[in-house]
């Protein structure tokens, strides 16, 4: 491995670092391999002196970067580890190249060597179809990109990236892919990023990670039960909805509800659907039906919950 041995202590075990360790040992064709290794160098790479010089904290990366050198083009590698933090043991890996770099320069498209200038931004050949344009995204990932942990945060990917044609590449090539991503200018650089939740997944599909992938979906069902998140879509529920009372009105009723005198004594059917209604006070119709009916394992339906709002509303509007 290049005297890649695993003394040293890496970047921490991040929900990123799990998605990367899952597709570093993933197989891809040599054009694939080109543009993976492209984007990686294009964004980590630094030229100068006919040399190449990548640094990065993942062990498992820094393999993936060593094999790919390799496979492509079978020179030596020159492998450095170097102290960042003696408290925490960490360390960062730096390699250098100084062999065959004008011939990976120009298969790899990153230098103009007809107006000796570096080239941020790969010609259409790099990523001609489908599979190498999810390689060139997949290289970014590994060297720059990272997702927040959706059990512990709000949802969020990010690529974090120096240079500014380089990022508007990177986000060109989600935007064609349908990603909906945004670029936003940092102090010192560019982030590139996904908020939608179904985004971030496709992404995480996109890289072949699917133990991470279905870790992702778990949380992300949790969270948009627990969040009661709107996620209403089609007109006929928006309708059935407007029809409805809305969230403030049955709250009020509630409380208006709770101060009788005879408020032990209502039905439980009513008195559930106050409970509910109170511990998730953002729910919708629909939403709260499908807690009520997870939770008590009793199934209701939306009408059914209409029904029970509507006799609160009778109930309070009756003298006591």
């Known amino acids: 491995d290049g005297g890649l041995q695993e003394s040293g202590k890496e970047e921490p075990m991040s929900y990123t670092t ?10 891809y064709n040599k054009t694939e391999q080109i543009s ?34 390799k496979d492509i083009f079978n020179i030596e590698i020159n492998i450095t580890k170097e ?15 100084k062999e065959d770099v004008e011939k990976i320069l120009k298969t790899l498209d990153l230098y103009d060597y007809t107006n000796n200038t570096r080239k941020y931004k790969p010609s259409d050949y ?20 990272s997702v927040n942990d959706p059990k512990t945060s709000r949802y969020h990917l990010e690529f ?5 044609i380089t990022a508007n590449y990177i986000n060109d090539l989600l935007q064609e892919l349908n990603f909906n991503s945004k670029i936003l ?11 939608e939740s179904e985004r971030i997944s496709d992404f995480i599909k996109l890289l072949n990670a699917y133990n991470s992938l279905f870790y992702y979906e778990d949380i992300r069902i949790y969270r948009d039960h627990k969040n009661m998140t709107n996620r209403l879509n089609n007109c006929e529920q928006a309708n059935i ?24 004594l209502i039905d439980d059917k009513i008195k559930e659907v ?21 939770e008590t394992n009793t199934k209701i339906t939306k009408s059914g919950i209409n029904h029970r709002f509507r006799k609160i509303k009778e109930m309070v509007s009756q003298k006591h």
Request: hydrophobic residues 35%; aromatic residues 8%; proline residues 1%.
């Open 18 to 27: 799990n998605i990367k360790n899952e597709i570093l040992n993933n197989e």
């Open 36 to 69: 993976e290794l492209s984007a990686i160098i294009n964004i980590n790479g630094e030229i100068e002196n006919n040399s190449i010089s990548l640094y990065t904290e993942n062990i498992g990366v820094s393999r993936r970067i060593y094999k790919l050198l």
């Open 83 to 97: 102290e960042i933090n003696r408290l925490n043991k960490n360390f960062i890996i730096h390699m250098t190249i």
């Open 126 to 145: 790099i990523c001609g179809n489908i599979e190498e344009k999810k390689s060139y995204l997949r290289g970014a990932f590994l060297i720059c990109g």
């Open 160 to 164: 974090i990236i120096e240079n500014k």
């Open 185 to 195: 200018k940092r102090e010192k650089h560019y982030m590139v990023y996904l908020k």
């Open 241 to 264: 909805d407007k029809i409805v009372f809305s969230s403030n009105e049955q709250l009020e009723n509630i409380q208006k509800l709770k101060q009788r005198e005879d408020f032990d």
């Open 274 to 294: 106050c409970i509910y209604k109170e511990k998730y006070p953002e729910s919708s119709m629909q939403e709260l039906a499908d807690i009520i009916s997870l």
